[in-house]
């Protein structure tokens, strides 16, 4: 590597809600992000153009958009059937954008990064599923170590790391504390196994991250944001400091990693998105139904096999502990009866379009003949349809305020040519996150109640930032995340650019971390 091309260590600081980043770098309970922020620069991020906004981490990792990379969620239909799989990252359609880096020569670290893809054959070190709450490895069970020898050196570091993928909810002052301390042993955990990492193996390019900001944001949110409908000034009270705790030991772990790096590295903390209210859980279906574009069998017709399954799910989620849930989820075939249980009890020949398993967007999928089993919807339909369905979710209202519930609707087909032939939804309905989806005006039904049964209070803002400093970065002189903006198919080719390797990726680098003068290490 030439020396200009010093080293890049990027601390992934997952879910950290910037205007609570903001608070805390104007309070100094944030020190080290602070001093980043002033010693060079910060730049907001803007979600996937696409609009397909669950999809952040996967377009931060490839530099690429759905239509693209082609991985709406950790769960996909099976093309060609109503069958709903679990979703490995080395199924994603792209490669991580350090994949170049290793096409170039240079060495990378990469571990706990969520929904990223193994890279076979890079050259360097890959962690997935150690320290990560990544439903795309944690589901299955399943830890990967490249080269294998990694392995060991994190036990080493970290004899016995705790594993937080699909925690209960708490529901008492108690079991809140407990869960807070519990992510707090874990920050600790991983800055223990990344500066095991750091010190080595030998690397170009580190990225670590730290998934316990968002983790702790679904769950904790309305105990620190009194604006919340559902926060207790009571119940905050008796648990005390929850995310902001959280987040100023995710600060003090990186700060302790910055002292391991190579003189003259460039840093950066980086996240693809932050934390708000929990606006709204998955109503598509409902409203599918209510309009009259989907229909259930009826009452006991799913078959015995599913609904003795569905029976076996309901009682083992209420008295088998999640641990055990887990493990025997993991050895189940994930491609039998447990993948048709999510809709086996859509009545096919009655539905139009039918909603597939989403996150804070909805995905519509329209039953096409010739593309579904059991298609009831010619393809000289599928466009009159698909404007039906968009104008019945652009019309939907906040019963209580009149104001529109829907931001926007996403047509893959506009962008593809015509309809997704594999797992992609016809519709992504991106939902506006301004009020809670509790009571909506439907057209032609009127005022219709929806349910919310996600227990997390807390559901991503649309909206990243990347904060660096080092040689070549210049020094901004007051902490701040700015206003300065890019988009999440930004960074990779930034980070890119700053180690001298040029891809074809669709994103730009961001100037505002390639010129100006240095501002020094940033070891203290």
Same mark, same amino acid.
């Given at each position: 590597?030439?020396?200009?091309?010093?080293?890049?260590?990027?601390?992934?600081?997952?879910?950290?809600?910037?205007?609570?980043?903001?608070?805390?770098?104007?309070?100094?309970?944030?020190?080290?992000?602070?001093?980043?922020?002033?010693?060079?620069?910060?730049?907001?991020?803007?979600?996937?153009?696409?609009?397909?906004?669950?999809?952040?981490?996967?377009?931060?990792?490839?530099?690429?958009?759905?239509?693209?990379?082609?991985?709406?969620?950790?769960?996909?239909?099976?093309?060609?059937?109503?069958?709903?799989?679990?979703?490995?990252?080395?199924?994603?359609?792209?490669?991580?954008?350090?994949?170049?880096?290793?096409?170039?020569?240079?060495?990378?670290?990469?571990?706990?990064?969520?929904?990223?893809?193994?890279?076979?054959?890079?050259?360097?070190?890959?962690?997935?599923?150690?320290?990560?709450?990544?439903?795309?490895?944690?589901?299955?069970?399943?830890?990967?170590?490249?080269?294998?020898?990694?392995?060991?050196?994190?036990?080493?570091?970290?004899?016995?790391?705790?594993?937080?993928?699909?925690?209960?909810?708490?529901?008492?002052?108690?079991?809140?504390?407990?869960?807070?301390?519990?992510?707090?042993?874990?920050?600790?955990?991983?800055?223990?196994?990344?500066?095991?990492?750091?010190?080595?193996?030998?690397?170009?390019?580190?990225?670590?991250?730290?998934?316990?900001?968002?983790?702790?944001?679904?769950?904790?949110?309305?105990?620190?944001?009194?604006?919340?409908?559902?926060?207790?000034?009571?119940?905050?009270?008796?648990?005390?400091?929850?995310?902001?705790?959280?987040?100023?030991?995710?600060?003090?772990?990186?700060?302790?990693?910055?002292?391991?790096?190579?003189?003259?590295?460039?840093?950066?903390?980086?996240?693809?998105?932050?934390?708000?209210?929990?606006?709204?859980?998955?109503?598509?279906?409902?409203?599918?139904?209510?309009?009259?574009?989907?229909?259930?069998?009826?009452?006991?017709?799913?078959?015995?096999?599913?609904?003795?399954?569905?029976?076996?799910?309901?009682?083992?989620?209420?008295?088998?502990?999640?641990?055990?849930?887990?493990?025997?989820?993991?050895?189940?075939?994930?491609?039998?009866?447990?993948?048709?249980?999510?809709?086996?009890?859509?009545?096919?020949? +009655?539905?139009? #379009? =039918? %909603?597939? *398993?989403?996150?804070?967007?909805?995905?519509?999928?329209?039953? /096409?003949? &010739?593309?579904? !089993?059991?298609?009831?919807?010619?393809?000289?339909?599928?466009?009159?349809?698909?404007?039906?369905?968009?104008?019945?979710?652009?019309?939907?209202?906040?019963?209580?305020?009149?104001?529109?519930?829907?931001?926007?609707?996403?047509?893959?087909?506009?962008?593809?040519?015509?309809?997704?032939?594999?797992?992609?939804?016809?519709?992504?309905?991106?939902?506006?996150?301004?009020?809670?989806?509790?009571?909506?005006?439907?057209?032609?039904?009127?005022? +219709?109640?929806? #349910? =919310? %049964?996600? *227990?997390?209070?807390?559901?991503?803002?649309?909206?990243?930032? /990347?904060? &660096?400093?080092? !040689?070549?970065?210049?020094?901004?002189?007051?902490?701040?995340?700015?206003?300065?903006?890019?988009?999440?198919?930004?960074?990779?080719?930034?980070?890119?650019?700053?180690?001298?390797?040029?891809?074809?990726?669709?994103?730009?680098?961001?100037?505002?971390?390639?010129?100006?003068?240095?501002?020094?290490?940033?070891?203290?």
């Amino acid at each position: 590597m030439s020396a200009s091309a010093a080293p890049v260590a990027v601390f992934g600081f997952d879910a950290a809600d910037a205007p609570l980043v903001e608070r805390g770098l104007a309070e100094g309970w944030l020190p080290t992000l602070r001093r980043l922020a002033a010693e060079g620069g910060s730049a907001l991020l803007d979600p996937p153009p696409s609009g397909f906004y669950n999809t952040s981490w996967i377009a931060t990792v490839t530099g690429r958009d759905v239509f693209e990379h082609r991985c709406v969620l950790d769960r996909e239909l099976e093309p060609g059937t109503y069958r709903i799989l679990d979703r490995h990252p080395d199924a994603i359609r792209a490669r991580p954008f350090w994949a170049h880096l290793s096409d170039a020569g240079l060495r990378s670290t990469v571990a706990s990064i969520y929904s990223a893809p193994t890279v076979p054959g890079l050259l360097g070190t890959q962690v997935h599923g150690w320290g990560a709450i990544d439903p795309f490895t944690a589901k299955f069970g399943t830890r990967i170590f490249d080269p294998p020898e990694t392995e060991r050196l994190l036990a080493r570091a970290v004899p016995s790391r705790q594993q937080l993928y699909r925690t209960e909810a708490p529901t008492s002052a108690a079991g809140y504390r407990a869960y807070r301390d519990r992510l707090l042993a874990s920050v600790e955990e991983q800055t223990r196994g990344l500066a095991a990492l750091l010190r080595e193996t030998r690397w170009d390019f580190f990225f670590g991250s730290y998934g316990e900001p968002h983790h702790g944001g679904h769950l904790l949110w309305h105990l620190a944001d009194p604006s919340h409908d559902a926060h207790d000034p009571a119940l905050a009270a008796a648990v005390g400091e929850t995310i902001t705790a959280v987040y100023a030991a995710v600060d003090a772990g990186i700060g302790r990693l910055l002292e391991l790096v190579p003189a003259g590295t460039r840093c950066f903390v980086l996240t693809p998105h932050g934390m708000q209210p929990s606006y709204v859980d998955e109503p598509a279906e409902e409203i599918l139904e209510a309009c009259g574009f989907l229909a259930r069998r009826a009452p006991g017709s799913a078959g015995t096999a599913a609904r003795t399954l569905d029976a076996g799910f309901r009682l083992a989620r209420a008295l088998v502990p999640t641990g055990v849930r887990l493990a025997i989820r993991a050895r189940l075939p994930g491609d039998g009866l447990v993948a048709e249980r999510p809709l086996a009890h859509v009545d096919w020949a +009655r539905t139009r #379009a =039918f %909603a597939l *398993p989403s996150d804070m967007t909805s995905a519509i999928r329209v039953n /096409l003949a &010739g593309r579904e !089993p059991q298609g009831t919807v010619g393809p000289g339909e599928y466009e009159a349809l698909c404007d039906e369905l968009e104008g019945l979710f652009t019309g939907l209202r906040h019963a209580a305020s009149g104001a529109p519930a829907v931001e926007r609707v996403v047509r893959p087909a506009a962008v593809l040519g015509g309809p997704p032939r594999d797992s992609l939804p016809d519709l992504c309905v991106v939902w506006a996150d301004t009020e809670p989806v509790r009571r909506l005006e439907v057209p032609g039904i009127g005022s +219709r109640s929806v #349910a =919310f %049964a996600d *227990p997390r209070t807390g559901q991503h803002r649309h909206v990243g930032f /990347l904060t &660096g400093a080092g !040689p070549g970065i210049a020094a901004a002189g007051t902490p701040g995340l700015g206003t300065v903006g890019g988009s999440l198919l930004d960074v990779g080719p930034t980070m890119l650019a700053l180690l001298g390797v040029d891809a074809p990726l669709p994103g730009r680098p961001l100037e505002r971390f390639l010129g100006g003068r240095g501002a020094g290490a940033l070891r203290s």
